[in-house]
């Protein structure tokens, strides 16, 4: 389904439900003792991981209570990577075919049976929709001020767009926290938290072939549509980066490895097949070939991770690996790998600030450095790598 499509489905049904649901509504207060809650995030890998200090601390303000989450399908497994937090996993099929089956059915199981739910769509307006219709106790979100969500909520927390996306999420943590007169449990000093995993015989034997290597990791998918137009740009650079290290003294036997879906493992052999033989057997494609836990073992184990705004290199900083990251219309400011370890990249194009609004994400040549660019900031970091 295109995500645009859904886009304008979800803003103009949204808000005519919503201003429906608006005439029966009264807010409700917090209830003295949750015993069931539900967290709702759809979209994003890399929001799992920027969600993952607010699941923490959830569980610190309610240590006995079932903690669980509605996501989309696709979600399920980085979800079960943090099974401390997440008690039991809810989802729903991202097709025009099954969504709204799938929601339907959501509704009519969990009818009432959770105390609060808590919506982290700041934008989508379906989220707000099911936690309302699925009668919990209090509902609470964090929206954007022209999403109209305000209009269901219990507590609405705005979403200004005016920091880190893992502050925003924790605003809502400091909310529940000051309801329950437990700011003292929260970590105000937000730490992400890395996924949990445990190594497969096959990931041992790859790590055992890094060994000795200088391990470079990347990733070409990302969000933009169009994102053909930027493949080019990586086999620029692995070259720049292997012809340095052939004419450089101190060598560091270079490793890129390639991370990513089934789709984009497709056009990273087309990245490969631009490449003289001497440099493709420099790379190793496990795109597509590795399950999420597996992934998140090896990314563990890089030196470096290159990548666009995907949710890999917000794993890979998750693990303390250091991260350039290539940034597009999505504004570092909000969704920057949140560690120090990690530089930002981008050409003369300004972030779009609601870059939720943008339409259809058009290719734009100015959103992507030049390959000199990353290849000199890679190569900065080799050689301080190399002392």
Not at 116 to 139: C, H, N, T, W
Not at 197 to 209: E, F, M, P
Not at 210 to 227: A, V, Y
Not at 262 to 286: A, F, H, T, Y
Request: a positive charge; charged letters at 30%.
């Amino acid at each position: 389904m295109k995500i645009f499509l859904l886009r304008r489905i979800d803003r103009y049904a949204g808000i005519t439900l919503m201003s429906l649901l608006k005439v029966f509504y009264k807010k409700n207060n917090l209830p003295k003792d949750p015993k069931k809650i539900l967290v709702i995030k759809l979209f994003g890998i890399g929001n799992f991981i920027f969600l993952s200090p607010t699941l923490k601390n959830l569980k610190k303000i309610f240590p006995g209570t079932q903690i669980d989450i509605l996501t989309l399908d696709q979600n399920r497994d980085i979800c079960r990577l943090y099974k401390e937090y997440i008690d039991d996993i809810h989802t729903l099929r991202f097709s025009a075919r099954y969504i709204i089956f799938d929601s339907l059915r959501f509704i009519f199981k969990n009818h009432k049976k959770y105390d609060i739910v808590i919506d982290f769509e700041q934008f989508v307006r379906l989220s707000a929709l099911l936690g309302r219709m699925i009668r919990p106790k209090y509902l609470i979100g964090s929206a954007t001020k022209n999403s109209h969500k305000e209009n269901i909520l219990d507590a609405n927390i705005v979403y200004k767009e005016d920091k880190h996306i893992v502050e925003e999420y924790f605003d809502v943590v400091k909310y529940l926290a000051q309801g329950y007169d437990k700011k003292k449990l929260i970590d105000t000093d937000i730490n992400i938290e890395p996924p949990l995993v445990q190594d497969s015989s096959r990931i041992k034997n790859i790590a055992r072939s890094m060994r000795g290597h200088l391990c470079i990791g990347m990733c070409i998918g990302g969000r933009e549509e169009n994102k053909d137009k930027r493949y080019p740009h990586f086999s620029k650079v692995i070259s720049k980066i292997l012809d340095y290290e052939n004419n450089d003294k101190n060598k560091k036997n270079i490793m890129i490895i390639f991370f990513g879906s089934k789709k984009e493992s497709l056009n990273v052999m087309k990245i490969l097949e631009q490449m003289p033989d001497p440099e493709k057997k420099r790379c190793m494609n496990l795109a597509g070939s590795l399950s999420l836990s597996e992934s998140c073992s090896l990314m563990s184990r890089l030196d470096l991770f290159v990548s666009n705004d995907t949710g890999p290199i917000h794993i890979a900083a998750a693990y303390g690996v250091y991260c350039i990251g290539i940034y597009g219309p999505t504004p570092e400011k909000i969704y920057r790998p949140y560690t120090k370890d990690a530089l930002i990249l981008r050409d003369a194009h300004k972030p779009i600030i609601f870059s939720y609004s943008e339409k259809e994400n058009r290719w734009n040549p100015l959103w992507w450095p030049k390959p000199d660019i990353v290849s000199k900031e890679i190569i900065r970091f080799i050689k301080k790598s190399v002392k």
